[in-house]
């Protein structure tokens, strides 16, 4: 079986591969086709084949082991090479099924190859602290003052209708603000993409994700997309916001290449 880390431009690859592929021992080699070299590793059936795949990627300590493995392989590469990135477990029965699958794709693979070329992902998340933000809104001037006191059935719906409006003045800012911020950091790239926004128990910290953006900037735009982040964090850090700035990334955004023979168990 063939394991696909990524496809680079031109063949002539060789000294620069990591001596190390997604199992300990296993080596990193190539297989040309046409223009193109694809990154690959032989890799034992016993381990890759379908049905004990499946069961290892349920083992979240292997697979986090794993993906690491080929994420080192790919970030290695790109340091010096235009790629493209695959997913983590895209496998092939044999070189002759990945040679078949690349001649079919040969153009779009150009394509994808050209419109990546020169420029690097860069990755910015967006968190917001719900309270640091509320607490703000309240000090702006012209915020509306606690409801006075009154009968306490009144006073209850008064403090209802407080909160609600309160709710929905953090999601207009807290959208207000994605959405300025994906812009403005859209405008400096060659081509921008947001993810869904991860959950604190994916991310880690306590405050909520509100952008979850990567953005494929050339390289002598990437000075021009910090001092974005660092303007953005100047005008929002005030009021609960905070910008992170990760990269630079092979394109996995970017690229969008599902060209697996075999799909990896679910």
Known sequence: MFYLYAIVAGPGIGAELPEEGILPGIAVGTVACGGLACIVSEVPVEIFGEAPLRVLLEQS???????????????GLAAAHTLLPLKFCTLFSDRDSLI?????????????????????????????DPA???????????????????????????RKQNELRRQQEVLVAV??????????????????????????????????????????????????????????????????????LTGPWAPYNFTRLHLGELSPPH
């Not at 300590?61 to 970030?75: C, D, G, M, N, Q």
């Not at 926004?197 to 050339?218: C, F, I, W």
């Open 132 to 158: 640091r933000l509320r607490g703000w809104l309240d000090a702006e001037p012209g915020a509306e003052p606690a409801p006075a006191a009154k009968a306490a059935g009144a006073a209850f719906f008064a």
């Open 61 to 75: 300590a292997w697979t986090k082991e794993r993906a690491l493995a080929h994420e080192r392989v790919v970030a």
């Open 175 to 244: 959208r207000h603000c994605t959405e300025e911020s994906h812009r403005r950091l859209a405008d400096l790239a060659r081509e921008a993409a947001a993810a869904a926004p991860q959950s604190p128990a994916l991310h880690g910290r306590k405050d909520e994700m509100a952008l979850n953006g990567a953005y494929l900037v050339t390289e002598g735009g990437e000075e021009a997309l910090r001092d974005c982040v660092r303007a953005l964090m100047e005008a929002y850090a005030p009021s609960g916001f905070d910008f992170i």
């Open 100 to 128: 078949r699958v690349m001649e079919r794709h040969q153009e779009a693979l150009g394509q994808a190859l050209a419109q990546v070329r020169g420029a690097r992902e860069w990755g910015v998340k967006l968190f917001y």
